[in-house]
């Protein structure tokens, strides 16, 4: 089974720049979710989606992210316009039910993209 | 979400069993307590999930008191490549959000 996959791995724009990241979850999963992740952290949620609807996307800096996941299967993140504090690796992943209560899942991450802002 | 507490860092030699303990005073009755492993570079990876009393896998046990207020991941005889950061979270069963705390940065040395 292929894993959640992510691109690009790596990225370096400089403040006030736009950048876009991509993730592909594993087929058939209902669930994907964005992480951060800051260098000595742990992972931060900014958005969960169920198919392509929004289920919490409270810890998302709307003000400069954005998140859209067409059609229920890949999912694209979005800063506009970066700051030095965006720098972070980005997570995706995803887990295989529709949340249901009394459910719990697992979820299976990708490899990350790491962002560098300049 | 409940709070989780647990050592930054632990040092282990390989072949030795390791403990790691997490606190979670604030557990709701119907919340599983999970544990995530992440190497570097690496997204985290699900190790073992439980809701009480003892859970094993091939790679791990977790240990759950009556309370639930705590839990112990164990590794038994760790290797090398255990090397790697911790993470216990508290997930709603609903599977709603995952509240990543700092975790356990574990280093195995020979």
């Known amino acids: 089974e292929a894993g959640v996959a992510q691109s690009p791995r790596y990225k370096i724009i400089e403040k006030r720049q736009s950048v876009a990241f991509w993730c592909n979850p594993i087929s058939g999963h209902a669930t994907l979710y964005w992480y951060q992740q800051i260098l000595g952290q742990g992972p931060k949620l900014l958005i969960q989606?169920?198919?392509?609807?929004?289920?919490?996307d409270s810890q998302l800096p709307k003000d400069r992210f954005s998140a859209e996941r067409l059609k229920g299967v890949d999912s694209t993140l979005k800063i506009q316009p970066a700051k030095l504090e965006d720098s972070a690796v980005y997570l995706c992943?995803?887990?295989?039910?529709?949340?249901?209560?009394?459910?719990?899942?697992?979820?299976?991450f990708g490899p990350g993209t790491r962002l560098t802002v300049l | 979400l409940a709070k989780t507490t647990q050592p930054i860092s632990m040092d282990s030699y390989e072949g030795q069993e390791v403990n790691i303990t997490c606190s979670h005073n604030?557990?709701?009755?119907?919340?599983?307590i999970t544990w995530y492993q992440q190497f570097p570079s690496q997204g985290p990876r699900f190790i073992i999930q439980g809701y009480k009393t003892k859970v094993t896998n091939e790679v791990a046990s977790l240990f759950i008191p009556a309370d639930r207020k705590s839990s112990t991941l164990s590794l038994p005889r760790v290797s090398l490549s255990d090397t790697a950061v911790y993470y216990c979270?508290?997930?709603?069963?609903?599977?709603?959000?995952?509240?990543f705390g700092k975790g356990t940065s574990l280093l195995v040395t020979p």
């Open positions: 992943a995803s887990s295989p039910r529709r949340l249901l209560a009394g459910v719990t899942d697992t979820q299976y």
């Open positions: 989606f169920q198919n392509n609807g929004v289920v919490d």
């Open positions: 604030n557990i709701a009755t119907n919340d599983y």
């Open positions: 979270l508290v997930v709603a069963n609903s599977g709603y959000a995952l509240n």
